[in-house]
């Protein structure tokens, strides 16, 4: 009969005479494989015009108990990822063309496209731009392979901010292969920088995406990271959305390393569908320890605490000092967290009910994050919880909607604040040490936010002390990464400066009464010599 003359539907199974087979576990999978076609499907086969037997075992025997006339297609196998795939494309066709809906036949996609990292990894030519997903979702099983290609590949560029894996392709005798492209530099790369065997390209974490989007910088191939899929054959990006996500949409080639311990969060996810290659490795998820706290960093963070109010909304940086500053939250209420990442030690304020999401502007009630770093802690509570949303980085960093919080405390820190307010947060003198971020992204968000405050912490002193951090001018080929303009207030373990609406004498002023004593005359010899504050 043709499938346009079929009306009702019925659906039967058949467990399997095997006693080997775990019956409860292909009925769970059934269930899976009717979710997957989408179709609410009658269970009479008296009144129906065809029958599906799904049984649990290859014997076909569900035939023998078909004792009618209705025709009827059979679809064996010992689990659902041992079903005919020619008989079930034929079943999933029946179903979707009966029902009028969308063939959602993600399994036999995902079959096809599962391939070794060595295999997957042949899509990358020479000249080509590879782009990693960001920080701990960096999938360490396809850059492996991809560096093993070094030998035969020629000028590809590696694209990515945060590395948090080995760096191999940035190592010394990878020139020929490899050129590294950092819009954020870390540990692994630094060096390649430094010695001029790799590149820095500033530019605002808010904005990362659209270099991709408008072919600033094409992508011909992503390498991301990525759970195993729900029954709709969705993948959760889990700790990494920021710009993988965008830029899954707009890459020549999309390779995902799928791996059961990524974290499944909800908000960013991509189908089996948009995928070209899938490499399955299960690696543990890279973890960052916790940074330890010492008393400058305590006293810095109860400085930060008594600016925050309660019902407020946080964005925290990374480090030692925006950890510090929740320890002295716990005696806040009803606290909400939007911010480019957090750690564990937000996790520690959720348990005590002192961060709960509820008094947020918008997305109230939820856990609002672009990537996350942390240890297994972090990872299990936001596996699977239904109030963490993992969104891109032109939605989380976007000032525009930053600003539509009340109340907003941006936290972050930085290297050097010299007295104008001009803030160096990424270099040591000429040299690259990390990136513009999102820093620059919250600062203007808070300052758009009723009520809101963005707040640069840093110790007042660097190299055990030798060096003021508060600084006459920034460093000799320093970069400004948050102008005086934008800055607010700034604060060290000696105090808190309030620059916003300042002179620049009075500006001056505040932060040489924050830095460390033992530098406060120089410091004010220095503003007397440049004309900052009278000489007199």
Known sequence: MNISDIGDISIKFCGGCNPKINRGQIAEEVEKLLAAFGSDVSYNELKVDFIIYISGCSANCAERYNKTDVPCIVVAGESIDSLPVA???????????VRGIALNNWKTTYRDKI??????????????????????GEPPTLVDALVERAPELSNVEIVHMVAMGKGKYAQPGMEKSFRHNGLFIGAPTRKALEEGRA????????????????????VD??????????????CSLGVSSDYTKPASQCSGTVIAQMNKFMPWTEGSKIHLDELN?????????????????????????????????????????IGAIPDAVLLFLEEKKDLGIHSEMFSDGVVHLAELGVVNNKKKTINTGKFTATFLMGTRKLYDFVDHNPDVQMLPVDYVNDPYVAGQYDNL?????????????????????????????GQVDFVRGASRSKGGKSIIALPSTA??????????????????????????YVVTEYGVADLRGKSLRLRAEALIAIAHPDFREALRAGAKELGRIPKN
């Open 87 to 97: 008989e079930y494309n034929l079943a999933a066709e029946i179903i979707s063309r």
């Open 115 to 136: 391939v070794s990292a060595e295999q997957a990894l042949k899509s990358v030519k020479s000249g080509d731009r590879v782009l990693l997903g960001h920080a701990c």
């Open 199 to 218: 590149d820095y390209t500033p530019c605002f974490f808010s904005e990362i995406p659209r270099l991709f989007q408008d072919k600033i910088l094409p």
């Open 221 to 234: 191939v992503l390498l991301m990271q990525v759970t195993p899929p729900d029954e709709e054959g969705y």
């Open 277 to 317: 290659y899938i490499v399955e490795s299960d690696t543990p998820i890279v973890e960052l320890a916790p940074p330890k706290i010492g008393d400058v960093e305590r006293a810095i963070g109860q400085n930060v605490a008594a600016l925050i109010c309660d019902g407020a909304t946080l964005q925290l940086g």
């Open 409 to 437: 405390m941006s936290i972050n820190s930085a290297l050097q604040v010299d007295l104008m307010g001009q803030v160096n947060a990424e270099m040591i003198g000429p040299n690259q040490f990390s990136g513009i971020g």
């Open 463 to 488: 190299a055990g002390g030798k060096i003021s951090r508060i600084c006459i001018v920034l460093d000799h080929g320093a970069g400004v990464t948050t102008s005086r303009g934008d800055v607010h």
